[in-house]
Each structure stands twice: as structure tokens, then as C-alpha cells.
């Protein structure tokens, strides 16, 4: 809680590792921004609670595998404290969720051999416990008897801990048939998981913290855990769940935008992966005028820590997020105060680093690195763009606004020259009709380019998040040009680009070649890798 910051030998809560949020929350913004070497001691951590807590798990549940308790040290203690207030000691499930962390490091990472030698076993065992910590409660496995973490009495099945088992029972399925192991284990993984129960939302519209419809709207306890599966899981999916979207807000607002300071640093976590960008600019001014000290330190009197990292994750998840299904979310949640801006180095899942330029609230640009040559899904605005990349290639993707000659209700296609480079332009059109004013307005497409030459550009102040640079610029007035008849080529011929550039409707054409210099890359260009905006 206190960490390397701790002012004396016995520190609040005698600077333990609380597993129940606060230790989670100290390494959430380690890959996000780009600092993927500081989340070794976390899995040094994890790693070392397996063999005592694999004691731990068969004593207290008779289970196989491993857990920890909500309580754990540098030596090895995973059991749970001595003391009878079950309502915040009981927590069974502080392994499970600390193992769900190790494979959302993976999807970061995309390391393979990581993966097999330090992760997945320990992530194989936690599976295995959660599958024994289950009882049957009418039709359902559920986790019972279990706590909301530090709120409430015994309940047959408190969300929060069915939502943990049922991340990481995803998890590991998903990582054991990206290793080729353990068919078996996958199969009963599987089987529990179609046995938990669902979320369930309640009668004033909030999704419900326990298994029984008690929730008080009145009730401002700082802790969310039953929005686990919202953040920092992904069982909750705000592009697909409106249902359950729309009860995590009315949770959220139940419980009130201030909080202690770790508490609030979660909710703005909340906020964003809601795609509530100025609620969640709320929580982190509220984190910055409330819930921290002079010193910037996070306050949970007298101090934590826990607040600060999980303040500045809230920010990259604001800006960026990568945790549907593989879709990088450009600027899911930037809130209207937000106006002009550019970050650079931020870490997306399926091993990309992404560059992000805003203007009037609106992307203007974003440069993505492959890290790991996969396949990039790009979302913004409601509008997808998927394509094959090259490990180690860099791309360059650009929101334009199409002239009203390009707007007309039929689909054109032509080649233009680039210098050296030749492109394949196409604009997405209407069909059959011409487009209502506000369609004309939206109207808009995104190109890519690979970009294979140098930039460079002055230093600017800015916020440092890690290695991601968050540059807040003035707001500038919007750029126009003066011919109606403008664009997307016109638009990088002015900006000087002698890079490849592709567009969204792309035919088989084989491939595209850049080289410039002493370097030459090469995209495969065709209809299964690329995607309509």
C-alpha cells in the first residue's frame, strides 16, 4: 500500500500487499504505458505465492491449484489473517485475479515463451482452483459462501468473485489453445464456464452486487469490485453490452463521484472503458483536487499509492483502449476539455505501440509500430479498419474528411502517383441515394500509409505517463482549403509524403512496395485483410 514510500518500520496496514484491488491497481498502467520491464516484480510476485498457496488451497478449500487471501507479504503468505470479519478477510478468489493479470500482460507483450514457462502454469492452477471453488446453487456454479471485498454480509454468490472465476476460466482457455496444451483442461474449463451465473441487474437499473436484489441506491462504499468484469476485465463489453452498459452507469452514479483516493482512480477507470469521457474527466479532477496531497501523493489517509498508477492508467484508457477482442480503441473516451493534444508510446494488446494526434476533439492522426507482425484492428468513431503489418513496420493512419465530389452516391477507384510511391485510392460511398446533411457532415474515411521515413519534430512540455508522452497544445483554429474538390491524396501531396499509402476499399492487387533508402517493405494488400469504414 505504501510500497518503497513507506515512512517506518511498521506502516499503515503494516505495508502489505493487499490483493484485493490495491496491489492490481500499482501495476495496471505498467504496459499501457510502455513501461513493460517494471511488470517483472508483480510476476516474480504471483509466481512465488504459487507453491505456498497451492498449501493454502487445499487446506482452507480442499482444491487443487493455487490462491492467495486478501493480505500477502515478500515471504510467501497467501493464507487468510486471523481474524473472524470474513466480510473483508474471505477472499478466496485474490489468486484467480491475480493471475488474470499475468495473461493481460501477455496480450501486450505477445511473448510467447513468457507465456509458456513463467505465466501460464501459474494461470493453469488458478483455473484449476476456481473450477474447485465452485458449489452448486440452484442451476448454477457459483462461489458460495462469498463477499463483496470489504461491504456486505455472506451471500450465495457475490459478482464480483463469479465475475473473477469467470476471467479467469476465459483466460486460460484462451492461453492454453494459444500454446497447443491441455485439450483436457480446456474442455472442463469450458463446460464451468457455461455453469456460472449471469450478471444481473436490478431493480432500480444496477447491476446487482450480490446474488439477491439488495443493493442500496443510497450507498456510496468506495469499493466497485462487482464491476470487475467492466474493468480491469473484459466480461462486460460496452460495444455489444448496452444492457449491462447501462448498469454499471447507473451503478457508478449510485455511488457517487467521490471516493477515497484509490476508489476514485478505479472509477475513472470505470468511465472510460464506458466510453464516458467527460465522467471520466470528472473522476480525475476530482483525484487531483480531493484524492491527492500536496506532494501529488494519493490519499487514503494517511497515504497509498495505489491511487497515483491507478490514476494515471485511467488516463491511457481514456485516450486508448485494446481489450475487445483484439480492437484498438482510438480515443474511446476523450472528454470535450480535451480539445487539441498528441501522446505518443502508449502499449495496445496484440503487441503495438501507438502515437495519437487530436484536434477539435477529433483524431487527426495516429502512427501504430508493429511489435509482433499480427494483424492491427483499428476502431474510431463507430468505423473499423483492419490490416495485415509487418513486425517492425510502422504505419500511419489519418482521419480525413472527404470533399462533396468524393461524397456522391457511387464507388470510384484510381490509382494515384506519390512521388515514388504508388497508391491505390478508394472512397466509400453512398449507394442509390444522395446523403442527408448530418451523413454529409460524418462522412468520413481513414487512410493508411507505411511509414518508412524518419520524423522528427521539436520537443514539447507535457504530461509524462511512463514513456508515453501526453502533449496538451492550445486549441488552434481548423485548418480549411479553399477547394471544395480536395482529397485524401491532395491532402499528403501538400504534406509532402512520399510514403505508400493504401485506402480502405482495396481490391487484390498484389502488393505494394516502398523503398526509400536502404529500406524496403512490403504489404500484402487484399479483401480478407482489410476493412470498410
Known amino acids: ?34 513501461l513493460i520491464e517494471c511488470f517483472e516484480p508483480f510476476t516474480d510476485y504471483v509466481l512465488s505465492c504459487i507453491e505456498p498457496g497451492r498449501k493454502t488451497a487445499q487446506s482452507y478449500y480442499g482444491a487443487r491449484g493455487w490462491t492467495a487471501a486478501i493480505s500477502g507479504n515478500p515471504f510467501g503468505f497467501t493464507a487468510p489473517l486471523n481474524s473472524d470479519a470474513m466480510y473483508w478477510n474471505y477472499n478466496p478468489v485474490a489468486g484467480p485475479w491475480l493471475a488474470t493479470q499475468l495473461w493481460d500482460h501477455y496480450l501486450f507483450t505477445q511473448d510467447r515463451r513468457w507465456l509458456a514457462d513463467r505465466a501460464y502454469p501459474a494461470i493453469k492452477e488458478s483455473a484449476d482452483f476456481a473450477c474447485d471453488l465452485l458449489t452448486p446453487v440452484g442451476k ?23 465475475a473473477v472465476v469467470r476471467q479467469v476460466l476465459t483466460d486460460a482457455c484462451t492461453a492454453a489453445e494459444t500454446l497447443g496444451v491441455d485439450a483436457g483442461s480446456v474442455k472442463q ?54 444492457l449491462l452498459t447501462e448498469a454499471c452507469k447507473t451503478t457508478l452514479r449510485e455511488r457517487g463521484d467521490e471516493a477515497t483516493g484509490w476508489s476514485m482512480g478505479w472509477k475513472l ?60 480503441q482510438l480515443l474511446p473516451a476523450l472528454p470535450s476539455a480535451w480539445t487539441d493534444g498528441e501522446i505518443t508510446g502508449l502499449r495496445a494488446r496484440g503487441g503495438f ?37 509487418v513486425k ?25 502517383r506519390i512521388g515514388r510511391a504508388q497508391a491505390i485510392q478508394g472512397t466509400v460511398q ?23 521515413t524518419a520524423r522528427t519534430k521539436a520537443a514539447a512540455p507535457g504530461i509524462r505517463l511512463g514513456r508515453a508522452n501526453a502533449v496538451a497544445a492550445m486549441p ?30 482495396m481490391r487484390s492487387i498484389g502488393a505494394i512496395s516502398s523503398g526509400l533508402g536502404s529500406t524496403t517493405t512490403t504489404l500484402e494488400a487484399s479483401e480478407s485483410s482489410t476493412a470498410v469504414l
Open 189 to 242: 474449463w469450458q463446460t464451468t464456464l457455461k455453469k456460472l451465473p449471469p450478471y444481473r441487474i436490478g431493480s432500480h437499473g444496477q447491476l446487482q452486487e450480490w446474488w439477491n436484489d439488495i443493493d442500496d441506491p443510497a450507498d456510496r462504499h468506495r469499493h466497485t469490485n462487482h464491476l470487475f468484469g467492466l474493468h480491469p476485465g473484459n466480461t462486460i463489453n460496452p460495444l455489444t453490452d448496452s
Open 1 to 34: 500500500l505504501q510500497g518503497l514510500w513507506s515512512s517506518g518500520l511498521d506502516a499503515p496496514w503494516h505495508a502489505d500487499y493487499h490483493n484485493n484491488i490495491n496491489l492490481q491497481m500499482n501495476y495496471w498502467p505498467a504496459a499501457s504505458t510502455n
Open 269 to 328: 477507470n470505470h468511465w472510460a472503458r464506458l466510453l464516458d469521457g467527460d465522467h471520466a474527466y470528472i473522476l480525475y479532477g476530482n483525484l487531483l483536487k480531493e484524492g491527492t496531497a500536496d506532494n501529488l501523493w494519493d490519499q487514503h489517509p494517511p497515504f497509498q499509492i495505489d491511487g497515483n498508477f491507478g490514476g494515471t492508467a485511467g488516463v491511457a484508457e481514456m485516450l486508448l483502449q485494446s481489450h475487445n477482442n483484439g480492437i484498438i
Open 140 to 162: 448454477y456454479l457459483s462461489v458460495s459462501p462469498s463477499y463483496s471485498p470489504e461491504h456486505g454480509t455472506a451471500d450465495l454468490g457475490a459478482t464480483y468473485m463469479n
Open 476 to 505: 488552434q483554429p481548423a485548418q480549411s482549403h479553399q477547394h471544395s474538390d480536395v482529397n485524401a491524396i491532395d491532402t499528403y501531396e501538400r504534406r509532402g509524403s512520399n510514403d505508400a499509402v493504401y485506402s480502405l476499399r
Open 353 to 389: 505501440e501507438v502515437d495519437i494526434r487530436f484536434a477539435s476533439n477529433r483524431l487527426q492522426e495516429a502512427t501504430v509500430k508493429s511489435l509482433a507482425g499480427k494483424e492491427c484492428r483499428l476502431l474510431y468513431d463507430g468505423r473499423e479498419l483492419s490490416f495485415p503489418t
Open 430 to 452: 453512398n449507394r442509390g441515394r444522395s446523403p442527408s446533411a448530418t451523413a454529409v457532415r460524418r462522412h468520413c474515411v481513414m487512410a493508411i500509409k507505411l511509414n518508412v
Open 392 to 416: 517492425g513496420a510502422t504505419y500511419r493512419i489519418t482521419w480525413v474528411r472527404l470533399s462533396r465530389r468524393e461524397r456522391r452516391p457511387r464507388m470510384r477507384m484510381k490509382n494515384v
